[in-house]
């Protein structure tokens, strides 16, 4: 596969220093990939020749930082207690802007490709710590983000940042989920979801799995099963899979077919797919 078919092409990767403080790095995506299939496999037969090994290279060091963000001083006596949110958010396949929610719910937008910010308007409820956030493009020119929190304390939990049709900026509450009104329900981390077909939403409890269409606004049980992710699992079209990091074993990956007739025609979980990653973790 060749990295210009790829549907992303930049890399965002947010690293907490400590105390409050975040630094922002991104690189173009090009670097991770062989420009072609056929140069792939002739460095895997190289390392296959050399040592008898086929393993994962380095991309060497990360780039210098394009931005740090920092608490309010009156935050940095505890730091612990911050949350902070940070999301992809964009509308076209480069995905250069990043939004940025601090502990208060103020949010901003960073381009990664101006250096610039906006100021959004402040969150109608500041997540916590098991906030899930999803992203979906809406047309050419502008996307919405979906933000909830998975604690049952929080009042406004799910709500919306859209541009279309209010003519600005807003952030509006959503339907809550139907798990909520579980009695059993407990706050999990590592929330599973993902976005299918576009419209779609889904996210999973301990027990069941959940679906919120964004254009009817409304919420439908999916099945009695659970995403098989860690945290948030990604489409890609080249492959017509949602892959992401599987809950039993967050350092490799796994594929599943979570399109729309797949998960709503059965009553049975979808089929995981592993995927080997090739390498061995450090002992650090």
């Known amino acids: 596969m060749s990295f210009q078919k790829l549907s992303r092409q930049s890399l965002h990767l947010v690293l907490n220093e400590g105390r409050g403080l975040y630094s922002l790095w991104h690189t173009d995506v090009s670097k991770l990939f062989y420009p ?13 020749k050399k040592d008898g090994i086929c393993k994962l290279g380095s991309i060497g060091c990360l780039p210098r930082p394009s931005i740090h963000y920092q608490p309010f001083s009156s935050a940095v006596s505890n730091p612990n207690s911050l949350v902070n949110v940070f999301a992809l958010f964009g509308e076209n396949k480069n995905k250069n802007k990043i939004l940025y929610s601090n502990v208060e719910g103020h949010t ?13 308007p402040a969150l109608n409820s500041p997540k916590g710590p098991n906030c899930m956030v999803a992203h979906i493009t809406r047309t050419a020119a502008h996307a919405s983000l979906y933000m909830m929190d998975m ?3 929080k009042p406004g939990c799910f709500e919306v940042l859209a541009y279309y049709p209010v003519g600005e900026w807003q952030w509006r509450l959503l339907p809550l989920p ?30 069941a799995t959940y679906s919120f269409d964004t ?31 599987p809950a039993s074993s967050p ?12 998960i709503d025609s059965c009553d049975v979980p979808p089929v995981v797919q592993h995927v080997g990653l090739g390498f061995d973790l450090p002992k650090d």
């Not at 490799?252 to 399109?259: I, K, R």
């Open 36 to 48: 072609s299939t056929a140069e792939a496999l002739e460095a895997e037969a190289k390392a296959k």
């Open 215 to 245: 254009v009817a606004l409304k919420w439908s049980k999916t099945g009695d099963w659970v995403l098989p992710f860690h945290t948030k699992a990604d489409f890609v079209p080249e492959l017509n899979l949602w892959l992401g990091l």
């Open 151 to 153: 604690g049952l304390d």
């Open 108 to 120: 901003n937008i960073y381009n990664t490709e101006f250096h610039s910010f906006m100021t959004m």
């Open 178 to 207: 139907p798990f909520f009104d579980d009695l059993e329900y407990k706050a999990c981390n590592n929330i599973p979801y993902a976005v299918v077909d576009g419209t779609r939403i889904c996210v999973s409890s301990a027990t």
């Open 251 to 262: 350092s490799d990956l796994c594929a599943v077919d979570l399109s729309t007739g797949t």
